[in-house]
């Protein structure tokens, strides 16, 4: 099975999450951010993830550590669900439209972390959200889940539309590259024999 359970506790956040790269899509999340929470619930919908996330934080100052650190623990869970990797498709690329706004999204699960991250937003919030935090979380992510990962809203003007749109194209990004290629599968999808740096 691949799946992955961590728990990271600092003096700022405590998040546990749970992932089942084989699930259906079932979300229990409770970060205590209302947007992000909605955010990852579309995420594992769209990606087919179980996923389950229980997070306490120092939302008192403000909600940055939270939405970073969730995405420093989805990107190691998603690393230690994917073991060597055997079998996977390992790229995929996608336009996802949100309304008015256009994302592609583009990642490769290749052991080395970088983020292209090319969104920008007309207004500094989305409810209590501070839009800077989407780049945040999806940095957090591919450091530690080990992709390369290029994200970029072609056009859009409604900022839950671009945040949303970036959530979704990562989750239809991330279904594709971690299947299965019936082809190719038990080996490993790199000419060096194996994937990790």
């Given at each position: 099975?691949?799946?992955?359970?961590?728990?990271?506790e600092t003096?700022?956040?405590?998040?546990?999450?749970?992932?089942?790269?084989?699930?259906?899509?079932?979300?229990?999340?409770?970060?205590?951010?209302?947007?992000?929470?909605?955010?990852?619930?579309?995420?594992?919908?769209?990606?087919?993830?179980?996923?389950?996330?229980?997070?306490?934080?120092?939302?008192?100052?403000?909600?940055?550590?939270?939405?970073?650190?969730?995405?420093?623990?989805?990107?190691?869970?998603?690393?230690?669900?994917?073991?060597?990797?055997?079998?996977?498709?390992?790229?995929?690329?996608?336009?996802?439209?949100?309304?008015?706004?256009l994302t592609r999204v583009?990642?490769?699960?290749?052991?080395?972390?970088?983020?292209?991250?090319?969104?920008?937003?007309?207004?500094?919030?989305?409810?209590?959200?501070?839009?800077?935090?989407?780049?945040?979380?999806?940095?957090?992510?591919?450091?530690?889940?080990?992709?390369?990962?290029?994200?970029?809203?072609?056009?859009?003007?409604?900022?839950?539309?671009?945040?949303?749109?970036?959530?979704?194209?990562?989750?239809?990004?991330?279904?594709?590259?971690?299947?299965?290629?019936?082809?190719?599968?038990?080996?490993?999808?790199?000419?060096?024999?194996?994937?990790?740096?």
């Amino acid at each position: 099975m691949r799946q992955a359970e961590i728990v990271r506790e600092t003096k700022e956040t405590k998040v546990r999450l749970a992932v089942n790269l084989d699930g259906t899509g079932r979300a229990s999340i409770a970060t205590g951010i209302g947007f992000f929470d909605h955010m990852l619930d579309l995420l594992a919908r769209h990606a087919r993830f179980d996923l389950e996330v229980e997070a306490e934080g120092d939302l008192h100052v403000d909600f940055h550590h939270t939405t970073e650190d969730v995405g420093i623990v989805l990107g190691q869970a998603l690393r230690r669900a994917l073991g060597d990797m055997r079998g996977i498709t390992r790229y995929a690329d996608l336009h996802l439209p949100m309304d008015e706004t256009l994302t592609r999204v583009a990642l490769d699960i290749s052991g080395r972390p970088f983020l292209v991250f090319r969104t920008e937003f007309k207004v500094g919030k989305i409810g209590e959200f501070d839009t800077e935090l989407v780049r945040e979380f999806f940095q957090a992510f591919a450091s530690n889940a080990g992709v390369t990962l290029h994200v970029e809203t072609l056009y859009g003007d409604n900022a839950h539309h671009i945040a949303e749109s970036c959530f979704k194209g990562l989750a239809r990004a991330l279904r594709a590259a971690v299947a299965i290629d019936p082809a190719a599968a038990g080996e490993i999808p790199s000419t060096k024999g194996a994937l990790g740096g």
